[in-house]
C-alpha cells in the first residue's frame, strides 16, 4: 500500500509527520513524502499519479479548514475522489466534526495514539 504524505500550506514544522512516515514504512506501507508548502493540486496530482492509496496531511497552523477544503475540491476536481484523505495537527473538537463533513475520512489531532493512526491509515489503503 502507498502513502502519500504532505503538508500543505505555510506551516513549517514537520517532525511530527516524519515520526509518522517512519511508522507507516515500518508497518509495512510505501511512504511517499512531498515535504512541506505543497499546493493542493500538486498534492492530489501526485497521490494520482503515485497511485497512492491514502493521502495523510499535517496541519499545525491553524489552516486545515481552508487547507482541507481546497484539497477535497482539487480531489474531486481531478477525478480522485477514491482516495481517502487523513489529517492530523491542532485540530479542535469542533473543527473533526467540520472535516468530517467536509470529505476527510480520519482526523488525528496532536495527542493522538501513533499505533492507532498507522491502523488507521492501513485500513483505509487496504479498503481502497
Keep these: ?69 481546497q484539497i477535497v475540491a482539487e480531489r474531486l476536481a481531478l477525478g480522485c475522489e477514491e482516495i481517502p484523505i487523513v489529517v492530523g495537527g491542532t485540530i479542535n473538537e469542533a473543527d473533526v466534526v467540520s472535516l468530517l463533513s467536509a470529505g476527510i475520512a480520519k482526523v488525528f489531532p496532536v495527542g493522538s495514539n501513533i499505533h492507532e493512526l498507522v491502523d488507521a491509515v492501513i485500513e483505509l489503503g487496504v479498503a481502497t
Design 1 to 69: 500500500m502507498r502513502v502519500l504524505l504532505a503538508k500543505p500550506g505555510l506551516d513549517g514544522h514537520d517532525r511530527g509527520i516524519k515520526v509518522i512516515g517512519m511508522a507507516l514504512r515500518d508497518a509495512g506501507a510505501e511512504v511517499i513524502y512531498l515535504g512541506l508548502r505543497r499546493t493542493p493540486n500538486e498534492i492530489i496530482r501526485v497521490a494520482r499519479d503515485e497511485g497512492a492509496d491514502v493521502i495523510g496531511l499535517s496541519v499545525l497552523s491553524g489552516a486545515h479548514l481552508a487547507l482541507c477544503d
